[in-house]
């Protein structure tokens, strides 16, 4: 990716092109523009034709650039599929292996088969070698360009060994100190070899890596990693921990986005197949099943209070009282869903004294129930004239959301344990539980205690 153009931020995503159909006005200034403006403004297009030409026109390394830049969903595989072969590969060759990688990865196997084809025999074989590993893996997320020296070597000639290596390496932040077999020893600060004599040996000055990671690690667990020791970059070794490429902070920026758009839908009962930008058919078919589901559950509550007929015709007044304390019960486990949740994301479940975090959410609780139910039974006892019914709202109120906040620590984290995503199931489960509890409470204490 190209870091020395400015971001200069388009006027309008719906930048007009020129009269007559031709390119964009924006063409004229599009090199002093950075690539991901260029990329926002390409996507903004309607017409594919238009986009190839924009492509066509810009020169080679930022058209790569902006090929790179555009999200998955905003169809770049196809702009590439739809480019000459000549152009598509001499884009893929100025890009990182790894997001020449990712781009290739999205194609038609008939399409990708046929640019790797058209790419010189090493280039192809490095991103055979990356499509092998799983999208949303470390390997899939690491490239094979890097700056490496041997233990052995002095510090003067791993100096010039970078000078060498540098010119070939986009943006490399960490020098990796590897044997003759290549298995990474450690890292040495380029500021140590400078700073030292030039005789003195790199071994000397080699650090151990802060962390390393595997190839099929989780891309998750690989941010989670860079976060915690502050790295810019992370080895990734194989077997016998021999060294296979590398991972950038700014690959895991992204990783950390989609990881979290995805989960932020999820909690929302969207699944995760629907884009952000998905038409309206297949958002109808994403969100459908989960409020069918979500029906069933809400009729099964409501069911407890067509049970109730009798009662409530005896005390209207508790048709006002169940809806409240429902909402608030479903209030207060959505909070304690959330902090759960995000927990879970960045690996806190992990960690000694996981169930912590429901003892909180339980002791948490039971002083907001006792606060919110007092407070309402105050008002309900003076509206009614019954301190009876104040009771009832008060226990009620109390118990939901003890049983929110419990339930919605637990019911995440049970889930996380036996391998179910929580970001899916847990709000269907926890809502239906606190109306069901909520509900019950209400009736069964204003029946014991009313009548």
């Known amino acids: 990716m190209s870091a020395d153009r400015p971001a200069i931020a388009p006027d309008s995503a719906q930048a007009p092109a020129a009269e007559g159909g031709g390119l964009p006005d924006w063409m004229e200034s599009a090199g002093e523009m950075h690539p991901s403006d260029i990329a926002d403004l390409v996507a903004a297009i309607e017409s594919e034709e238009l986009q190839l030409e ?34 598509g590969t001499a884009l893929l060759q100025d890009l990182p292996d790894d997001d020449a990688a990712d781009l290739l990865g999205e194609m038609e196997p008939d399409d990708r088969d046929r640019m790797l084809a058209a790419l010189p025999t090493e280039d192809a074989v490095e991103i055979r070698d990356l499509l092998r590993y799983g999208e949303e893996t470390a390997g899939g997320l690491m490239t ?3 700056v490496s020296v041997t233990a052995e070597s002095s510090a003067a000639d791993a100096i010039a060994e970078i000078r060498r290596q540098g010119r070939e390496v986009e943006d490399f932040y960490t020098v ?3 044997d003759e077999r290549n298995l990474l020893e450690g890292t040495v600060p380029i500021s140590d070899l400078i700073l030292s004599d030039p005789g003195e040996p790199v071994a000397a000055l080699v650090q151990p890596a802060a962390a390393v990671v595997h190839p099929d690690t989780d891309q998750e667990e690989v941010g989670r990693v860079m976060g915690r020791y502050n790295l810019v970059s992370v080895p990734v070794v194989g077997s016998g921990g021999v060294l296979l490429g590398r991972i950038t902070f700014d690959d895991v920026i992204d990783v950390i ?9 999820k909690l929302a009962g969207v699944s995760e197949e629907e ?14 099943p989960w409020l069918t589901l979500n029906l069933v559950t809400a009729a099964l509550a409501a069911a407890v209070i067509l049970s109730q007929q009798d009662l409530i015709r005896a005390a209207p007044f508790l048709a006002f ?3 409240v304390i ?7 486990g959505t909070q304690a869903l959330a902090v759960t949740i995000r927990r879970i994301a960045i690996g806190d479940e992990r960690r000694p004294g996981r169930f912590r975090a429901v003892r909180k959410e339980v002791a948490v609780g039971l002083l907001n129930g006792f606060v919110l139910g007092a407070l309402f039974a105050l008002g309900a006892s003076l509206w009614e004239g019954d301190p009876m019914l104040g009771v009832v709202v008060l226990l009620a ?34 809502h239906t539980l606190t109306d069901l509890v909520g509900f019950v409470m209400v009736l069964t204490l204003a029946s014991a205690l009313l009548l």
Do not use: C, H
């Not at 429902?326 to 207060?332: D, E, Q, R, S, V």
């Open 54 to 87: 924009i492509l066509g026109t810009l020169p080679t390394e930022l058209a790569s650039d902006t090929l790179a830049e555009m999200e998955e969903y905003e169809d770049r595989a196809e702009l590439l599929s739809a480019l000459d072969v000549q152009r």
């Open 144 to 146: 094979t360009a890097l």
């Open 176 to 178: 990796f100190v590897v």
């Open 257 to 265: 986005e989609a990881e979290t758009t995805e989960d932020i839908l």
């Open 275 to 288: 884009e952000l930008k998905a038409g309206w058919l297949e958002s109808v078919r994403s969100r459908l």
């Open 321 to 323: 009282l169940m809806p």
């Open 326 to 332: 429902a909402a608030l019960g479903g209030n207060t």
């Open 397 to 430: 109120m109390w118990a939901n959301i003890f049983v929110a906040g419990f339930a919605g620590a637990m019911i995440p984290t049970l889930l996380n344990r036996v391998g179910i995503d929580p970001a899916v199931a847990s709000s269907v489960f926890l």
